[in-house]
DNA sequence: AAAAAAATTAAACTCAAATTAAATTTACTA
DNA sequence: TAGTAAATTTAATTTGAGTTTAATTTTTTT
């Protein structure tokens, strides 16, 4: 695994460095919390390992600045403190799990294991987006339907992602300008009914069964038959 | 939150239950792993607390065999034995997190709301109005009586909407015209007395049991019989 | 039985959405 | 870095589902 282990004690670091690389995973160390952000924002890590007590920012607030850019990679809290209450604050910041100092090696592994694998689950899930007969390929930036493969714009891409991961409701278009937009502004355009069309073109023209329906007066609802 | 408290130990569990339902959460007890499997199979919860020691078969189990069949509900595992290794196994067999016997309620509660938040965002709340055996889906924006799914334009649904929202009273035509068509001035008019018509025509119709009636000089009512 | 109220039907209208094309911006390539 | 292709956006036009009006029939009340 992808590690980053955000920890200033120097001991404690190369401690943890040392046990973690003789299993194999790949470590990057950081002493502080901006430059913690920083590795985050700029790589893919499998688990953050996160010291409480650091230099700069604390964890805490390291935790829910990640957690508040939308990154879900996952978090295990380490400190020396063991009161309840920094368990429960840690938690909250955003934290996945929680362990105090000292703790057993085997039990790090063991919880390194579970958060590694909840997300890897969720990775793999989130490749392909699926509703009905078609898979949007998250990878591959590619729609599927019936065999075919269908190749898609970057916002064809997007408002389609964005109306399957919200399936089975109804999106208003005011929705859709503000997420996949981002703007909610500009209220005279009709892009979206433009890219709704582009799209409808790809994926459901061929097709007898249409995946997006309009809802007159609401917005538009892609939902599965179920 | 819906949770599936498995839990052999009566005082530990009525102790959870009243803890949790005091937070607002909707619990379920059982008692041993078989009927944990079958709950969970059965229902949707937001987080599965599991004891390790049940009978017919201990958390350990229960968990390997959830995750073995594809359920991905959050699970955190409780239980008396504090040594690492049983936590190894606990968070091996698929839990995601592991909670030792004494706690403070307040650090359950905090993990359970680290947990629970993982998953929400894929558990869309199920904003449903009924009236009997009539259901007004809020998210598809359709009704279904019978088994039937029943389409409705917008104006038709907010009609019913409304009608739903305010059963069990007569409400007038002015009412209706104020809230549903936002207008009180025109009082010739007849859209009212068409689109009951429209509505009735696709709720009521084809079932013996009426939902909507006519309150003649009055306006109309629509009451669930109790 | 007459009058009033409501239900029903059909036709007219309206505006939201679909479509098309053209203008603009962005991305790529030589 | 200019030229070109692709992608995005704007704008104009067409279409049709949804809404409304209005006329007719049925039901209810007095």
Same mark, same amino acid.
């Given at each position: 695994?992808?590690?980053?282990?955000?920890?200033?004690?120097?001991?404690?670091?190369?401690?943890?460095?040392?046990?973690?690389?003789?299993?194999?995973?790949?470590?990057?160390?950081?002493?502080?919390?901006?430059?913690?952000?920083?590795?985050?924002?700029?790589?893919?890590?499998?688990?953050?390992?996160?010291?409480?007590?650091?230099?700069?920012?604390?964890?805490?607030?390291?935790?829910?600045?990640?957690?508040?850019?939308?990154?879900?990679?996952?978090?295990?809290?380490?400190?020396?403190?063991?009161?309840?209450?920094?368990? %429960?604050?840690?938690?909250?910041?955003?934290?996945? +799990?929680?362990?105090? @100092?000292? $703790?057993?090696?085997? #039990?790090? =592994?063991? /919880?390194?294991?579970?958060?590694?694998?909840?997300?890897?689950?969720?990775?793999?899930?989130?490749?392909?987006?699926?509703?009905?007969?078609?898979?949007?390929?998250?990878?591959?930036? %590619?729609?599927?339907?019936?065999?075919?493969?269908? +190749?898609?714009?970057? @916002?064809? $891409?997007?408002?389609? #992602?964005? =109306?399957? /991961?919200?399936?089975?409701?109804?999106?208003?278009?005011?929705?859709?300008?503000?997420?996949?937009?981002?703007?909610?502004?500009?209220?005279?355009?009709?892009?979206?009914?433009?890219?709704?069309?582009?799209?409808?073109?790809?994926?459901?023209?061929?097709?007898?069964?249409?995946?997006?329906?309009?809802?007159?007066?609401?917005?538009?609802?892609?939902?599965?038959?179920?």
């Amino acid at each position: 695994m992808k590690l980053l282990v955000v920890e200033d004690e120097p001991k404690v670091a190369s401690f943890l460095k040392q046990g973690l690389e003789e299993q194999d995973h790949e470590i990057t160390l950081c002493n502080d919390g901006k430059n913690a952000i920083k590795l985050a924002q700029e790589n893919q890590y499998d688990v953050i390992i996160l010291d409480i007590m650091i230099p700069q920012m604390d964890g805490l607030e390291v935790a829910k600045e990640l957690r508040r850019e939308g990154n879900k990679t996952p978090i295990l809290m380490l400190t020396a403190l063991g009161s309840t209450d920094e368990k %429960v604050l840690g938690l909250d910041a955003g934290a996945d +799990d929680y362990l105090v @100092k000292p $703790f057993e090696f085997k #039990e790090l =592994l063991a /919880r390194l294991r579970a958060l590694s694998k909840r997300n890897l689950n969720n990775l793999l899930e989130q490749k392909i987006l699926t509703l009905n007969d078609l898979e949007l390929d998250l990878n591959l930036r %590619v729609a599927r339907r019936g065999g075919q493969t269908i +190749d898609l714009t970057t @916002k064809e $891409f997007s408002l389609l #992602e964005y =109306l399957i /991961r919200n399936k089975n409701r109804v999106i208003t278009r005011t929705e859709i300008l503000e997420k996949v937009w981002d703007s909610g502004f500009d209220s005279t355009t009709n892009v979206i009914d433009v890219y709704i069309n582009f799209i409808r073109k790809k994926i459901d023209k061929d097709f007898p069964t249409k995946i997006i329906h309009t809802m007159v007066g609401m917005g538009y609802i892609v939902k599965s038959d179920t």
